[in-house]
């Protein structure tokens, strides 16, 4: 991603709760990628689902509502 979009770093921008069990999170977010120069190059909504198993948090679901990316940094 380094050097196929120039990626320097990416950001949550918005982070929601949506859904809430003792043992599942729905969070609805919006995360952006950077530039080095710290030009925002891409921003999209996004919702991962986290569940507990035994003692441990981990994420299940990842779904990006990404557009086409520009990688020209257009």
Known sequence: MRQRENWHMSTIDALDA????RNK??????FSRWHPE???YWTVPALWI???A?????????SLMAPTLDTRGN
Request: aromatic share 8%; glycine share 12%.
């Open 18 to 21: 949506s859904l809430v069990t």
């Open 25 to 30: 999170v729905h969070f609805e977010l919006t």
């Open 38 to 40: 710290g030009r925002r």
């Open 50 to 52: 986290v569940t507990k």
């Open 54 to 62: 035994g003692d441990h948090w981990g994420i299940q679901v990842r």
